[in-house]
């Protein structure tokens, strides 16, 4: 197994080499510093996760959209202010939903006995492929059960097409139908009267509102200094 999943990653897990759009110093003034921040900035993307990968203007999905669009928000907004403060409620609030989530199937990887690999198996880059995928209609419908028949998502939107890829992965590993499995013991669906859990449900219109009043604001502000 240790071989076969070491096989998976040189095929699915993106090079750390990746082209960088801008233009980086052949000798940075403090390396490591360099590195740290690079580091820091690909834990910042897994963190933001956009829930379609391959979705470089990150506004194919709602909620791709609305975080986004928060994030923009805040870096026009001066730094602890009360608007500032409100968006970074909003973005952790997504933030933590896409965790809760990610949790969710951690727990059930490691069940399988899969401690060290949980992460690796549950990191998907913004530039992972689909084409790449090796039996996606296989993972296609598996997710569709696990959205369906579990309670591992957490709302009744489509869910992300990041555990499609990873999916992939289970199938190709031959664990995937434990993994259901283990998904409809651990995670049986909901009854219609249960509660969501808090935390869980966003509202979707209402933060799109609020970063549509929030931009509003800043060009308003813009054209006032313009002004001046």
């Given at each position: 197994?240790?071989?076969?999943?070491?096989?998976?990653?040189?095929?699915?897990?993106?090079?750390?080499?990746?082209?960088?759009?801008?233009?980086?110093?052949?000798?940075?003034?403090?390396?490591?510093?360099?590195?740290?921040?690079?580091?820091?900035?690909?834990?910042?993307?897994?963190?933001?996760?956009?829930?379609?990968?391959?979705?470089?203007?990150?506004?194919?999905?709602?909620?791709?959209?609305?975080?986004?669009?928060?994030?923009?928000?805040?870096?026009?907004?001066?730094?602890?202010?009360?608007?500032?403060?409100?968006?970074?409620?909003?973005?952790?609030?997504?933030?933590?939903?896409?965790?809760?989530?990610?949790?969710?199937?951690?727990?059930?990887?490691?069940?399988?006995?899969?401690?060290?690999?949980?992460?690796?198996?549950?990191?998907?880059?913004?530039?992972?492929?689909?084409?790449?995928?090796?039996?996606?209609?296989?993972?296609?419908?598996?997710?569709?059960?696990?959205?369906?028949?579990?309670?591992?998502?957490?709302?009744?939107?489509?869910?992300?097409?990041?555990?499609?890829?990873?999916?992939?992965?289970?199938?190709?590993?031959d664990i995937a139908e434990d993994f259901l499995a283990k998904a409809k013991r651990f995670?049986?669906?909901?009854?219609?009267?249960?509660?969501?859990?808090?935390?869980?449900?966003?509202?979707?219109?209402?933060?799109?509102?609020?970063?549509?009043?929030?931009?509003?604001?800043?060009?308003?502000?813009?054209?006032?200094?313009?002004?001046?």
């Amino acid at each position: 197994m240790g071989l076969v999943f070491r096989k998976l990653c040189c095929c699915c897990c993106p090079a750390d080499n990746d082209d960088d759009d801008e233009k980086q110093p052949l000798v940075p003034q403090d390396p490591l510093e360099y590195f740290n921040r690079e580091v820091q900035k690909r834990r910042d993307e897994e963190t933001n996760l956009w829930s379609e990968p391959g979705d470089p203007s990150h506004s194919e999905r709602d909620d791709d959209r609305v975080l986004y669009g928060l994030l923009q928000a805040r870096t026009k907004t001066r730094m602890g202010s009360t608007g500032y403060r409100r968006l970074s409620v909003d973005i952790e609030a997504m933030r933590d939903t896409r965790r809760e989530v990610r949790e969710k199937w951690k727990q059930i990887l490691e069940n399988l006995g899969f401690m060290a690999e949980a992460d690796s198996l549950l990191t998907v880059s913004a530039g992972a492929s689909h084409d790449r995928m090796r039996n996606a209609p296989a993972a296609r419908d598996l997710l569709h059960t696990l959205h369906t028949e579990t309670s591992l998502f957490s709302n009744k939107e489509p869910p992300p097409e990041r555990y499609l890829l990873i999916l992939d992965r289970l199938v190709y590993l031959d664990i995937a139908e434990d993994f259901l499995a283990k998904a409809k013991r651990f995670y049986p669906p909901r009854d219609d009267s249960d509660e969501e859990v808090p935390g869980l449900a966003i509202n979707l219109p209402l933060l799109m509102a609020r970063v549509e009043a929030m931009n509003g604001r800043a060009t308003e502000e813009d054209e006032s200094e313009r002004d001046d």
